[in-house]
T-cell receptor, first 116, second 112 residues
Framework: GNSVTQMEGPVTLSEEAFLTINCTYT??????LFWYVQYPGEGLQLLLK?????DKGSNKGFEATYRKETTSFHLEKGSVQVSDSAVYFC???????????????FGQGTILTVHP | EAGVTQFPSHSVIEKGQTVTLRCDPI?????LYWYRRVMGKEIKFLLH????????ESGMPNNRFLAERTGGTYSTLKVQPAELEDSGVYFC??????????FGNGTRLTVT
């Protein structure tokens, strides 16, 4: 079956540091890949997505590239801010781009804390 | 923009009691999903409604869980009787067409 493995946290960084959160996956076919973020007291929000190999998703300074050869979708940001403190979830959908993304397989989440 | 309201935001019940969680999506979204995150682990799919019909309930853990979606609008998830291992955060999500999921804030369930 499908699975997603994220680097274990928590991750603690100083403001303006570089961030990488690793994510690897196992899936049949050609899944779509997502990063969701949960800020304190809020629901999950879609941060970015990529629907095919070599696609790069980006949003709010975050980026992730769909690497089929390494089955990875690592999240990066060049300079984190205190407001980026949240829980980050990597996820996949085994429905190809253009169809429903509804049934997602999630990783266990990575807590990020950014200090001033 | 799509919205999903879940309530209660937090529920504390004793083992053996019944709890009903509710999800109110903004209208016009045929697809409604329930997910659960237990004890800081990964978020897991529970089930999927298309309008009022259950499209996929393969993630429902056992027959103590019952989900309904009246008239294809709001949805409820009942746990009866609740067990300690049911504690966690229950998320509702919606989508329309090919759009990615939009999640509610979740209901934190604590079974003591």
């Amino acid at each position: 079956g499908n699975s997603v493995t994220q680097m274990e946290g928590p991750v603690t960084l100083s403001e303006e540091a570089f961030l990488t959160i690793n994510c690897t996956y196992t899936a049949t076919g050609y899944p779509s890949l997502f990063w969701y973020v949960q800020y304190p007291g809020e629901g999950l929000q879609l941060l970015l997505k990529a629907t095919k190999a070599d696609d790069k998703g980006s949003n709010k300074g975050f980026e992730a590239t769909y690497r089929k050869e390494t089955t990875s979708f690592h999240l990066e940001k060049g300079s984190v801010q205190v407001s980026d403190s949240a829980v980050y979830f990597c996820a996949l959908s085994d429905r190809a781009g253009g169809t429903s993304y509804g049934k997602l397989t999630f990783g266990q989440g990575t807590i990020l804390t950014v200090h001033p | 923009e799509a919205g999903v309201t879940q309530f209660p935001s937090h529920s504390v019940i004793e083992k053996g009691q019944t709890v009903t969680l509710r999800c109110d999506p903004i209208s016009g979204h045929d697809n409604l999903y329930w997910y659960r995150r237990v004890m800081g682990k990964e978020i897991k799919f529970l089930l999927h409604f298309v309008k009022e019909s259950k499209q996929d309930e393969s993630g429902m853990p056992n027959n103590r869980f019952l989900a309904e979606r009246t008239g294809g609008t709001y949805s409820t998830l009942k746990v009866q009787p609740a067990e300690l291992e049911d504690s966690g955060v229950y998320f509702c999500a919606i989508s329309h067409g090919n759009s990615p999921l939009h999640f509610g804030n979740g209901t934190r369930l604590t079974v003591t």
